[in-house]
């Protein structure tokens, strides 16, 4: 049994849809969570000058995707085909194209610009991708064929980091991406994992 160790900081962030991809596989893993005031003197040590990072068996790997990527593969959840493991990056990546304005307005210090740029967010950039979302998701609430992959907890994550930042459920008034967060939620690994977070 190959040994994972999952470094990463204590928030949410780019740490967590890769926690809950281990609790969906019931994968063991190391789940190291750091201090900001750690970051400086782990940062020389990382392969890219940033986490999360993995390490499996001594070999460390870093990049949020690669990182989820390789963990859907041994969980089973990377889709079943070429086809579907295409499909499954296809959604992925189209959720990374708003990742940084997101960023954008998380690290924002002044109070008014943090507030206008998560008001056009949430007005204007968002919509759009939920849009498309909405039409590449079944009714069944699966991005790829008809059972859990990697893009569906992408998706989940994502969605879970913003409830807490927008004015409202980014969600509410989709019916696809509701039950593709419904069908996320009821993997017993992953609804687990996400008790035991909410009450740290």
């Known amino acids: 049994m190959p040994s994972y160790k999952l470094t990463y900081f204590k ?4 740490g967590g849809v890769l926690r809950l991809l281990f609790a969906a596989g019931g994968i063991e893993f190391e789940d190291v969570r750091i201090e ?3 970051w400086p003197e782990l940062k020389p040590k990382t392969p890219m000058g940033q986490i999360p990072i993995l390490e499996v068996d001594g070999t460390i790997i870093c990049q949020r995707r690669a990182i989820a990527r390789f963990i859907a ?3 089973g959840l990377a889709g079943k085909t ?5 499909r499954a990056d296809m959604i992925v990546d189209g959720m990374a194209d708003i990742e940084g304005k997101v960023v954008d307005f998380y690290i924002e210090k002044d109070a008014t610009r943090k507030q206008e ?3 056009d967010f949430a007005e ?3 919509p759009t ?3 498309s979302l909405e039409k590449l998701a079944s009714p069944g609430g699966h991005f790829v064929g008809d059972a859990l992959t990697w893009a569906d907890v992408d998706f989940f994550a994502m969605m879970y980091f913003l409830k807490d930042h927008l004015p409202s459920d980014p969600v509410t008034g989709y019916v696809n991406l509701s039950k593709v967060r419904d069908n996320v939620m009821s993997n017993p690994g992953i609804a687990d994992w996400m008790k035991k977070e909410t009450s740290q």
């Open 117 to 119: 740029k998560i008001k």
């Open 124 to 126: 204007k950039t968002l």
């Open 73 to 75: 593969k041994k969980a």
């Open 11 to 14: 928030h949410w962030g780019r």
């Open 129 to 131: 991708v939920l849009d």
């Open 36 to 38: 900001r005031e750690q």
């Open 82 to 86: 070429p086809l579907e493991e295409a």
